[in-house]
């Protein structure tokens, strides 16, 4: 059984710039979530999609978005890049329901320069 | 709102010690327990969980009881080795529609 996907593994980008992350969950997973995590700050949560719909979000500025496809599969972009976007972006699936936990992908590096 | 406390880090025992890891929470309703252990350069792992009050999670040797008296989920393991050097989280989930709350998480190495 496939894990989470996350591509790129790696990224540097100009400030300024927007960049978008795709992750593909695992197969029948419909709840895709998105955390960025730095050594600062620790794991911060940006926002859930399920079934195509933002059903949580977190506390991060509109130059973070994301969304999901009918195949939930999901991308997340940020625009206007700044130095303190640079983190580990991890994204997770889920099957519906509390005692189901989350499935990690292994992250997007993004280095903003 | 939801949120889960961790112990301050980092830990540092020699192999074979005994490992403890407090985690105590604050949740609206009986939320789910977790917990994650991130290795270097890659991302989290399900370790163990538990689902309602007095279940105990294990999972390679690490166990952890769902205490609901004292809103804890502590991690153990009996005899810890070098390869479980890594960052461990605690983290809830209260609710079906409810995203996954997580402690700010411990480094844990362990010595030869």
């Known amino acids: 059984k496939a894990g989470v996907t996350q591509t790129p593994r790696y990224l540097i980008k100009t400030r300024g710039q927007q960049v978008t992350l795709s992750c593909s969950p695992i197969?029948?997973?419909?709840?895709v979530s998105w955390y960025q995590q730095t050594p600062g700050q620790g794991l911060q949560f940006l926002f859930e999609y399920f079934s195509e719909t933002q059903r949580n979000k977190g506390n991060f500025p509109g130059r973070f978005s994301g969304r999901q496809f009918s195949n939930s599969r999901s991308e997340m972009n940020v625009s206007t890049l700044e130095l303190g976007d640079s983190a580990l972006y991890l994204c997770?699936?889920?099957?519906?329901?509390?005692?189901?936990?989350?499935?990690f992908g292994s992250g997007t590096r993004l280095t903003v320069v | 709102g939801d949120s889960v406390t961790q112990m301050e880090g980092p830990v540092t025992l020699s192999e074979e010690a005994f490992l403890t890891i407090n985690c105590t929470y604050t949740a609206t309703g009986y939320p789910s327990l977790f917990w994650y252990v991130q290795y270097p350069g890659e991302g989290l792992q399900l370790l163990l969980k538990?689902?309602?009050?007095?279940d105990k999670g294990s999972n390679k040797g690490f166990e952890a009881t769902y205490r609901k008296e004292t809103t804890s989920f502590h991690l153990e393991k009996g005899s810890v080795q070098v390869s479980d050097s890594a960052v461990y989280f605690c983290a809830l989930k209260s609710g079906a529609n409810s995203k996954l709350t997580f402690g700010k998480g411990i480094t844990l190495s362990v010595r030869p």
């Open positions: 538990a689902t309602k009050a007095d």
């Open positions: 997770a699936s889920s099957l519906e329901g509390q005692s189901y936990g989350y499935t």
């Open positions: 197969s029948g997973h419909r709840s």
